[in-house]
């Protein structure tokens, strides 16, 4: 065989195979299925925000029908104080994951 061609075999083979390239591409590898993982946790709680904004805005179209309807109506305006309540929890809950998601990529070894 020819001593060329085998130079360029080993040196193919040390610049795709040696431990530091191994060890490099898997982090890389590693660090990109991490960050997929934590984009879809972001937007899975992006679709709970969502969601919890329609039933919010649903109950509070609901108890002002009622405040209208039948004025005073404590439970109507104990109902938009709760679609309040679940909004603002629901916004926090996101913020928390999206601060979260963020320290674990920023926290983990990319390579």
Known sequence: MDPQLIDVMNQIQLATMSPQV?????????YQVAAQSVAIA???AADA???VSTVANTARGAAIAQ?????????AAE???????????AIA???AI?????????????G
């Open 22 to 30: 191994v060890l490099t591409s898997a982090a890389g590898k590693a």
């Open 42 to 44: 972001i937007q899975d």
């Open 49 to 51: 925000l969502r969601n």
């Open 67 to 75: 405040m209208l309807a039948t004025p005073p109506n404590p439970a």
């Open 79 to 89: 109902a938009l104080t709760a679609a309040q309540a679940m909004m603002t929890s």
């Open 93 to 95: 809950d996101y913020a």
């Open 98 to 110: 999206g601060q979260a998601a963020a320290a674990i990529l920023k926290d983990f070894p990319s």
